[in-house]
C-alpha cells in the first residue's frame, strides 16, 4: 500500500523471551540497532500492551501514534512506561540509539479485570500514556524481566505475583484515588485450606487462579491478604515449604539428589540446587554431608 508506515526500519536485530503468567504474556525485549539514523518499529497489537522501557543506550525512545509524528521525549537513558489499548496504532521510535531493553505485557482487558476482581475503566485504567515514570514499577520490572530471561526458575507462583503486582501499581498510579486495601488476612479456615492445598502439590504447578478461588477471593484480593496473614506471598511460602521439605527427604540415605528434584517438582538437579542454595545458604549435597545419616552425594 502507497504511503504505508514501515512495520520496522533501521533494526539490527531483536531478541524476545516470553512467559505467560495470569494470562498476561510478558515479554523481555532486546532491540539493536546500528547506533545511526533512526529507528522504528510498530508495536500496534490485538491486546492492550503496557511497555517498561528499561534501558536504552545512545539517543532516545519514545513512543508515537505516528512515526512522522513526534512523541514525548525525554532525557537519553531515561527509564519510562506507556499503556496502549488493544488496536491502538503505536510505533516505537528512536534517534542514534545502539540498545535498548524493554519489558512488555500484553493483556486481555475483559480477562484481567475479572482475575483483579474488579472492573478496568477505559478512561481511566486503559486510557493511551505515551510517557511515565514510576520507580516502584520500574523495580518490579527488573524482577520480572530476570524472571522471563531466567526461564521462571522461582516458579509460576512468583511470575503470576509479580505480574499482579506490577499491575496493581499502574493502576494506583493512574487513579485519583488508591484502589481499597483489605482490611485483614486471611480467616483461620481460608489460610488453613490454602496451605494444605499448596503442600498436597509441592510437586505441581501452582497459579493464583487455584488459591484464590479456594479462599473466595479474587487473585489481587487473595494476594495481599495470604501476606497479611504469614507476611510473605504466596510464592515465597511455597517455595519454603518446598525447600522445607526437600530437607526432610534429604534425611533419608535412599534418595538422590535427581529423584528428590523430580518429586518436588523442580527442573532438574541444578535448578533444585540453586533454589535450595538461595534458600538455605548451601547446596542440597553440603547440607545433607551436614546433617545427614546416610550415604553422602557428591
Known amino acids: 500500500m502507497p504511503g504505508k508506515p514501515p512495520a520496522s526500519e533501521g533494526i539490527r536485530a531483536i531478541r524476545a523471551v516470553r512467559k505467560v503468567w495470569s494470562g498476561v504474556e510478558v515479554a523481555a525485549i532486546d532491540v539493536y540497532s546500528a547506533g545511526e539514523g533512526r529507528v522504528v518499529l510498530d508495536l500496534t497489537g490485538s491486546r492492550s500492551r503496557l511497555g517498561v522501557l528499561l534501558q536504552q543506550v545512545g539517543g532516545h525512545c519514545e513512543g508515537r501514534h505516528a512515526p512522522g509524528k513526534p ?37 486481555d482487558s475483559a480477562d484481567l479485570s475479572t482475575r483483579l476482581g474488579e472492573p478496568l475503566r477505559d478512561d481511566v485504567d486503559l486510557a493511551p500514556r505515551l510517557w511515565l515514570s514510576n520507580e516502584r514499577i520500574f523495580a518490579l520490572a527488573e524482577l520480572l524481566s530476570a524472571e522471563v530471561v531466567g526461564g521462571g526458575e ?79 506471598p504466596p510464592y515465597r511460602w511455597q517455595l ?59
Open 240 to 298: 519454603h515449604a518446598r525447600v522445607e521439605r526437600a530437607q526432610q527427604l534429604l534425611l533419608r540415605a535412599d534418595v538422590s539428589l535427581a529423584d528428590l528434584a523430580l518429586q518436588l517438582g523442580f527442573g532438574d538437579q541444578s535448578h533444585l540446587t540453586r533454589v535450595f542454595r538461595r534458600v538455605v545458604g548451601a547446596t542440597p549435597a553440603a547440607w545433607r554431608r551436614v546433617h545427614g545419616r546416610g550415604r553422602r552425594e557428591p
Open 71 to 107: 512523541g514525548v521525549t525525554r532525557n537519553p537513558g531515561a527509564r519510562f512506561l506507556a499503556l496502549t489499548p488493544a488496536g491502538m496504532p503505536i510505533w516505537g521510535y528512536s534517534d542514534r540509539i545502539s540498545y535498548s531493553h524493554e519489558l512488555a505485557l500484553s493483556f
Open 154 to 232: 522461582f516458579g509460576q507462583l512468583y511470575g503470576e505475583s509479580l505480574v499482579l503486582a506490577l499491575v496493581v501499581e499502574y493502576l494506583r498510579a493512574v487513579r485519583a484515588r488508591a484502589p481499597a486495601s483489605p482490611k485483614g488476612g486471611l480467616s483461620p479456615r481460608q489460610l488453613r485450606e490454602v496451605c494444605a492445598y499448596m503442600l498436597e502439590h509441592l510437586s505441581a504447578p501452582v497459579g493464583l487462579r487455584e488459591l484464590a478461588a479456594l479462599a473466595g477471593m479474587s487473585q489481587a484480593h487473595f494476594s495481599r491478604a495470604f501476606k497479611a496473614s504469614t507476611g510473605v
